[in-house]
């Protein structure tokens, strides 16, 4: 599968923003669908995921309460809503699709990589 992430941008901190991620392909439905980021000089840290059917999400404490992931099977996309933007929200994000059958929060879990879009919140 191939993701082609989207809707990045620049920001004021307490604004929103929504991700999405294209995926090419007919099996979308089949795989767990997750969010990363990683800012300069920082390890690529988990921020949601969701199950193949949408039924279950997971988020990373730092973003729960503010970030919604969500996915449309018939349209091949995964979205993150964001909400209540900070200043260390700031990251390249990148949306991300795992074989497994569990969710996962490592990166490892994950095989197939979009190319990322940058999110910048201006305090």
């Known amino acids: 599968v191939q993701l082609q992430a989207s809707g990045g941008g620049l920001v004021q901190a307490g604004g929103s923003l929504r991700l999405s991620c294209a995926a090419s392909g007919r099996t979308f439905s089949s795989y767990v669908m997750g969010w990363f980021r990683q800012a300069p000089g920082k390890e690529r840290e988990f921020v949601s995921a969701i199950s193949w059917s949408g039924v279950s999400t997971y988020y990373a404490d730092s973003v729960k309460g503010r970030f919604t992931i969500s996915r449309d099977n018939a349209k091949n996309t995964l979205y993150l809503q964001m909400h209540s933007l900070k200043s260390e929200d700031t990251s390249v994000y990148y949306c991300?699709?795992?074989?497994?059958?569990?969710?996962?929060?490592?990166?490892?879990?994950?095989?197939?990589w979009g190319q990322g879009t940058q999110v910048t919140v201006s305090s």
């Open positions: 991300a699709a795992s074989r497994r059958s569990r969710v996962g929060r490592e990166a490892q879990a994950y095989d197939y």
